[in-house]
């Protein structure tokens, strides 16, 4: 039971170190990218603090995100390490299972941060948020970051709550309680 333990928890810090860095990279880029108002990293560069509180805040909310569905992932892997006989998933199915439980919650997180920051950006009348921050406007870059905060943790729980229903439960058997 120790070793089995053990084994979990390995797993769980190797898919942990693995995932941070993975969401750090492609939450960077694909930012970067998708801006449409300006050269995100050339500001960065240039010090521009408003664009680096912003790109701080979608990263972490990424991560809180991404951690949310990472929860369903590593219940999967006790279960199956725990009573391999009861969920009955060969090893290449529950590969995949996990890949899909990881690529889902990035997607949802990327999508989310993204649609957040495009409906506040329509919803802001009389200001623009992107010429804003390219200003290097703090306050915006304040307000941008709460929004995109707010958004995470409220679709974290979302994320947590399709991650878990996605995860196959293992038959419980029926028990006849009276003839």
């Known amino acids: 039971m120790f070793v089995t333990r053990l084994l979990i928890s390995l797993f769980e810090f190797a898919l942990l170190v693995v995932m941070s860095g993975l969401v750090i990279y492609l939450t960077y880029r694909l930012f970067i990218r998708a801006n449409p108002d300006f050269d995100m990293e050339s500001e960065i560069k240039n010090g521009n603090v408003a664009v680096g509180l912003l790109m701080a805040t979608i990263l972490i909310s990424a991560s809180l995100i991404l951690e949310k569905g990472l929860t369903a992932v590593v219940g999967m892997v006790r279960l199956q ?61 304040l307000i941008l970051s709460a929004v995109v905060l707010v958004a995470a943790f409220y679709v974290g729980e979302g994320v947590s709550a399709l991650s878990k229903a996605l995860v196959p439960q293992p038959a419980m058997g029926r028990i006849q309680i009276m003839k």
Not at 95 to 113: D, R
């Open 81 to 141: 390490l725990s009573a391999p006989m009861q969920s009955g998933l060969p090893l290449w199915e529950l590969v995949l299972l996990i890949i899909g439980h990881l690529v889902m919650s990035m997607i949802l997180a990327l999508f989310t941060i993204s649609l957040t920051l495009r409906l506040f950006g329509r919803l802001a009348r009389r200001i623009t948020p992107g010429k804003e921050l390219q200003k290097g406007n703090i306050a915006m870059g």
